[in-house]
């Protein structure tokens, strides 16, 4: 089945993809907030790439955001589409950046103007919106790659080395998730928080990560339903913004959102997650298999990596065995390497480093969560294909 997903785009590789030896990548950036700044400090580090265009909503601040980082060569732009309609700019690829309300929009011009995307996680708000970017990465033929950073960390790949392995045996049982006791991402602004930028909250800012490091290891089995649960106490809260009470009023998305998801292969997957908690962690994530289990301490706020040693828990010969995995050092960048992976793909006409086809399902789960938290029962999961 997972083969099946990864392949499917296969047939649409054309040669026109490719960028032709020697030429400089032109990479355009929109939305230039915080975590563009990511981006332009990894595009920065490679010679074989240029940033020709910034844009942003906010008036002036993709001019300031060039001169900080001294890129005032670069146009600038008012929004993604003033940008992509400029065909003098001759863009291969954009990375989008803009808040979550907006990824949608924001790929699917791209993607119709014939342009490569690095589209920040989540992939976008609902389900209904993924289906929308597919049918347009379909159409165009063009690479559409997703934010997920942390599957290049080597402890996360070890997660999947594990499963593929065989050593767990048929894996009939999932817990994940985590969060933050404190953590609602408010130090640059509202955008995180309000509704109509944001979209999701807790459940799209880190539980998709979360999501991602278990599917991605069991190679992303379909959902079939799902009981969702979402709550805002904390948000809701002014005395949790010193200084800023007002924003207890614009919270508008959740801050601790909980599901009960039911794949395929008869595989049960247990997920919480938390922008803030009376708690310190919401548990390890664990993975019970017929011949093992594997236990992955949690982190203090869901920081793309794994807590700690992971441990291996098996019989061998009639008696309980416990492996410590140590932590694998990693002196790398995983930032960098996404942001490589993806002009890669663009200069060799490669597949997406991390493709819809797998994210598809991520965010299937994230919107059967609110759906099914919103209407109080659970509800079946459907993927329409494309
Ligand atoms: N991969 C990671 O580690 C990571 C970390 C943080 C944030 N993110 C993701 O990155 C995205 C942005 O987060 P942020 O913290 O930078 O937010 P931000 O609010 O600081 O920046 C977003 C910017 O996008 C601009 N924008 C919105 N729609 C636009 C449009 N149509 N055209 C041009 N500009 C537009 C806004 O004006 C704003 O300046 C979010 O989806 C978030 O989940 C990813």
């Known amino acids: 089945m997972a083969d099946n997903i990864l392949d499917r785009f296969d047939a ?64 600038c732009y008012l929004s993604h589409k003033e940008m992509l309609d400029d065909e003098s700019l001759q863009l291969d690829g954009v990375s989008i950046c803009t808040y ?23 992939m976008c708000v609902t389900l209904e919106e993924g289906i929308e970017i597919m049918k347009a990465e379909k159409a165009s033929g063009k690479i559409i790659t997703i934010g997920f950073q942390p599957r290049l960390d080597p402890n996360m790949q070890m997660i999947k080395k594990i499963v593929d392995s065989g050593v767990l045996g048929k894996i009939y049982y999932i817990q994940t998730g985590g969060g933050r006791r404190r953590g609602i991402p ?25 999501l991602d490091m278990v599917l991605n290891a069991i190679g992303y089995p379909k959902p079939l339903t799902v009981t969702g649960y979402k709550s805002d106490f904390f948000g809701k809260r002014p005395d949790y913004y010193p200084g800023h009470p ?11 959102a909980a599901g009960f998801i039911r794949l395929e292969d008869d595989i049960i ?20 298999g017929t011949e093992g289990g594997l236990r992955i301490p949690s982190t203090d706020c869901w920081n793309g990596s794994v807590g700690g040693p992971m441990t291996l828990y098996r019989e061998l010969c009639g008696v309980q ?10 002196n790398g960048d995983r930032f960098e390497l996404k ?42 999961i459907t993927i329409p294909e494309v």
């Open 339 to 380: 942001l490589r992976s993806f002009v890669d793909a663009i200069k060799e006409g490669g597949t997406a480093p991390v493709p819809t086809s797998q994210i598809i399902i991520n965010q299937a789960i994230l919107d059967g969560i609110c759906k099914s938290a919103e209407c109080g029962h659970e509800l079946e």
């Open 12 to 75: 649409i590789i054309e040669d026109d993809k490719k960028v032709s030896d020697g030429k400089k990548v032109r990479i355009g950036l929109i939305g230039t907030g915080w975590i563009c700044e990511a981006h332009i400090l990894n595009y920065q580090k490679f010679d074989d790439v240029e940033i020709v265009a910034c844009a942003d909503l906010v008036p002036g601040k993709a001019e300031a955001f060039c001169k900080k980082f001294g890129i005032e060569g670069a146009k």
């Open 186 to 210: 408010t130090p640059y602004g509202t955008t995180f928080i309000e509704k109509e930028t944001g979209g999701i909250g807790a459940l799209g800012d880190i539980g998709c990560y979360s």
């Open 100 to 122: 979550n309300c907006t990824h949608a929009e924001c790929a699917i011009y791209a993607l119709n103007k014939g342009v490569n995307v690095m589209l920040e996680k989540p």
């Open 246 to 256: 007002e924003y207890a009023e614009k919270f508008g998305v959740d801050d601790f």
């Open 269 to 288: 997957l247990d997920f919480r997650i938390a922008w803030a908690m009376n708690i310190n962690t919401p548990g390890d994530t664990i993975i019970l």
């Open 321 to 330: 065995t416990d492996t410590e995995i140590p932590i694998i050092p990693f």
